[in-house]
């Protein structure tokens, strides 16, 4: 768990510290230049091999970071669309609404398709009622959230229900408007 | 209270039962005199002077009536029925210590019904003052007093909820937890040598145990979420609750040894346990009549009965330390009000209203005060008010202040 957390905390990372990689161990795993430089004969010409050479493992480089940064947008691209909707609740209720379930049968298809997700579902409620009620409330709706997504075939240890109650409104208010943006359930994607 | 005092006048004429409204004391308050300290010199007190901490510990009491006076006035003392009064001596020590020699005086004969001598370093002298008090109720009910007991509750600091303790009167604050996440639902461990409280820094709600100056241990880790914890007032064992594949269930559990086995087996969610007060029953809210509702079962997990019928949203219940009601909160229209009942859930009062949302009672260990947060004054603040929700009296102020929970007892020390 702790160590699937930690992953969370660095999923922004992820692409950018794959890419660092690859271009910082270029220049490291070739020695040549320096040495190379040291010889007194025909250094024009070393020269240009050496930048030829260079050159193609550069673009190498260049090649292998484009890749991953394509991988890094399309799995980005994967998250933002599971993460940038939440599913939104009636009061004091944490049965799926229709407008949920259609939301959650497309977030379903991402992560039947890419195994590699694991979805913290949070489960949130508005600020109506005590702390201790909205925990178990909170649970239900993430809970509600979790046997939608395993019904629809998803791996369940891939889904992991959380409970936040009020204590994390994500829209401050004490109307109808922020209430019902609060009442939710909101994905975090972790990748394995 | 003044203003309680005036309201009940011209009001109690029109009532013939008790259906008690807001705000009318029903509670018989003693007038008490209270005269400043004699100064051998002049005292440079680090809070407030010790008349005024006995003025303010006797509003808050449910007790006492303060009759605050410059000197002794027997005129003033009769006019306003006190009985006995209260005053002392007050010098400076040449160590930096402070020698308070406090009375209890019979007004008419000027008995001395209690002395006691005190000789403490300033930021003392409230704790002094505070147990001096607690004799002084002692002396006259033969109850123990309040006043030296603390608070827990959760204070918004620089954006986070933490855990903090101070005096029940809201002075000597100390922040508990320093952790970046969400602390909240703190309650005292038996003895009040630490409390238990919520944390979220693992992304889910869960129990920690920390003692005062020492560390903050997790506790029950075999569940991934726990919380509403409370502390039997006999064993200090903890039920709290559990959620696990979305259901939410209380279990019972052994903080030392760490196990704990479910404490009901009912279909429904269950929250908010709270032990009577010689842990012979539980109250805890369910949701199994379709919307949070309060319960009461037996020790053992038997004998489930209904408490309340009254609206859609009763939740945490909270059992009198005098043993005969309950305080819990109830929502109607989005707003939450404070109420108690008797144990069968009837004689239903309403404690609060009309005054923004109130919540989350606890009540005082005699059993005479309430605890709670209010958003009254326009952001949440802890308040007292009596057991019959007269004499509200804010004692916190800045940032947001919620959840109160009183401590235990705390026993007797020796005095220096």
Known sequence: MNKLLKWTLMIGAVGLFAWGCASKEQPETDPSPKTEADAPVDSTLNLEALIADTLSADSLARLEAERLEAERARLEELINQVMLDDVYFDYDRSELTE??????????????????????IEGHTDARGTEDYNISLGARRSMAVREFLIAYGVDGKRLVPVSFGKERPKVLGADEAAYSKNRRAHFRVIIE | ???????????????????????ISVFKTMPIGIVPFEEESAIKWPSEAPHKILT???????????????????????????RQYVTGSASKLSNGKIKLDCYLYAAETKDVLLGESYTVKPYEVRQAVHSFFDKVVYRLFGERGVASTKLAYVSKIEGVKQVVISDYDGFSRKQITRDSSINMMPVWQKGNK?????????NRPSLYSIAFGGKETPIFTQFSQTFSPAVNPKTGELLFAVTDEGKTELYRGDMKKGTAQKFLHLKSNQVSP???????????????????QVYAVGKDGTDVRRITYMGHYNERASWSPEGDRI???????????????????????????????????????????????????????????RKDGSGVTRITNGTENTSPTWSWYFDEKKKK
């Open chain 2, 56 to 82: 303010r510990d006797a509003n808050l009491s449910g007790r006492f009536e303060a009759v605050p006076s410059d000197r002794f006035d027997l005129v003033l003392f009769s006019k306003k029925r006190a």
């Open chain 2, 274 to 292: 709270s032990w009577s007060p010689y842990a012979s029953e539980v109250l805890f809210t369910s949701d199994r009549g379709g919307s949070p």
């Open chain 1, 99 to 120: 407008n949920a379930k259609r939301l959650l049968a497309q977030v379903a298809e991402i992560l039947v398709n890419e195994n590699r997700f694991v979805v913290i």
């Open chain 2, 194 to 202: 630490g409390l238990v409280y919520v944390n979220f820094r693992n």
């Open chain 2, 327 to 385: 305080v819990y909160t109830s929502m109607d229209d989005g707003k939450m009000n404070i109420y108690t009942c008797a144990l069968d859930g009837t004689d239903i009062v309403q404690l609060t209203s009309n005054a923004g949302n109130n919540e989350h009672p606890s009540w005082s260990p005699d059993g005479k005060l309430i605890a709670f947060a209010s958003d009254r004054g326009g952001n949440y603040q802890i308040y007292i008010m």
């Open chain 2, 1 to 23: 209270m003044v203003m309680a005092l005036m309201l009940a006048g011209p009001t109690f004429a029109a009532i013939d039962t008790i259906a008690v409204d807001v705000g």
